[in-house]
């Protein structure tokens, strides 16, 4: 069996699995809570794939692996993991529809094509079985790169939990802080770099195949279905702030949606 074989085979366990633990739960945060965990076992698939004698790959396999015990311990310190830890945007969205939609909705768009994209965002690696192993300074820059857009997710997770912790505190005390979201540090110059840094990575994923064997009918769809995605979250994010705290458009106006740039100057 192939590789590719292989991390079909799993991506049909994790289906079925995710959607059997959300009909007794009541609870469709299953994909959340195995996002970080599944790319990081396809990726090792792959270099497997290869007996683990590619470094490319095995580099590959490395970093994705550091990218989810990242996203594992920030999802974990929000309390993902525990019962009752279902996306708070999943709830907004049950409330507007008829049970048996928001079930067809669990199966079609969380179950079957979140669980399909967290493959194909790793497709780049099975292009690379067929190339010749050896690492290169191209691969070293690019690794650097996925590094690099690691720390900077990192460091806005941490920014972000600290307002909240924060914003707790004052709560707790009988304060509160205003504005209700986040606006300095680099929330300063982005209104979502933990999204950013999350999608560029991705990109450097695809790169490391591009670089090697140019666009081929696969390789290109994770990372764009992916960015295309993280809009759409966006925007409904954003729909909700904006629900809470109509401050928020003028955060809007001043700063970037995701790509960290100079602010506009406040009006």
């Given at each position: 069996?192939?590789?590719?074989?292989?991390?079909?085979?799993?991506?049909?366990?994790?289906?079925?699995?995710?959607?059997?633990?959300?009909?007794?739960?009541?609870?469709?945060?299953?994909?959340?809570?195995?996002?970080?965990?599944?790319?990081?076992?396809?990726?090792?698939?792959?270099?497997?794939?290869?007996?683990?004698?590619?470094?490319?790959?095995?580099?590959?396999?490395?970093?994705?692996?550091?990218?989810?015990?990242?996203?594992?311990?920030?999802?974990?310190?929000?309390?993902?993991?525990?019962?009752?830890?279902?996306?708070?945007?999943?709830?907004?969205?049950?409330?507007?529809?008829?049970?048996?939609?928001?079930?067809?909705?669990?199966?079609?768009?969380?179950?079957?094509?979140?669980?399909?994209?967290?493959?194909?965002?790793?497709?780049?690696?099975?292009?690379?079985?067929g190339v010749a192993p050896g690492l290169d300074a191209t691969d070293v820059a690019l690794a650097l790169l996925f590094?690099?857009?690691?720390?900077?997710?990192?460091?806005?997770?941490?920014?972000?939990?600290?307002?909240?912790?924060?914003?707790?505190?004052?709560?707790?005390?009988?304060?509160?802080?205003?504005?209700?979201?986040?606006?300095?540090?680099?929330?300063?110059?982005?209104?979502?770099?933990?999204?950013?840094?999350?999608?560029?990575?991705?990109?450097?994923?695809?790169?490391?195949?591009?670089?090697?064997?140019?666009?081929?009918?696969?390789?290109?769809?994770?990372?764009?279905?992916?960015?295309?995605?993280?809009?759409?979250?966006?925007?409904?994010?954003?729909?909700?702030?904006?629900?809470?705290?109509?401050?928020?458009?003028?955060?809007?106006?001043?700063?970037?949606?995701?790509?960290?740039?100079w602010p506009k100057r406040a009006s």
């Open positions: 069996m192939s590789a590719l074989e292989t991390n079909i085979w799993i991506l049909a366990a994790t289906c079925l699995l995710t959607w059997l633990l959300s009909l007794p739960t009541k609870d469709t945060s299953w994909v959340d809570r195995i996002w970080s965990i599944v790319p990081a076992v396809y990726a090792w698939v792959f270099a497997a794939g290869a007996a683990f004698a590619n470094p490319r790959l095995n580099l590959l396999a490395a970093v994705i692996t550091l990218w989810g015990a990242r996203l594992t311990f920030n999802f974990a310190r929000k309390g993902g993991y525990r019962p009752g830890g279902e996306d708070y945007r999943w709830e907004v969205l049950r409330a507007g529809m008829k049970p048996w939609q928001y079930q067809v909705f669990n199966i079609g768009f969380i179950v079957v094509f979140q669980n399909v994209l967290l493959l194909m965002i790793t497709m780049p690696m099975n292009d690379l079985l590094l690099g857009l690691l720390a900077l997710e990192t460091a806005a997770d941490q920014q972000q939990w600290n307002f909240h912790q924060k914003k707790k505190a004052e709560a707790a005390a009988g304060r509160s802080v205003v504005p209700g979201f986040l606006t300095s540090g680099l929330f300063s110059i982005s209104r979502h770099p933990n999204f950013f840094a999350e999608q560029a990575q991705w990109w450097v994923v695809l790169l490391f195949s591009v670089v090697r064997v140019g666009i081929t009918s696969t390789n290109w769809i994770g990372a764009v279905v992916l960015t295309a995605l993280f809009i759409g979250s966006c925007r409904f994010t954003e729909q909700i702030s904006l629900s809470k705290y109509p401050e928020y458009v003028a955060y809007q106006r001043r700063v970037s949606a995701m790509v960290p740039w």
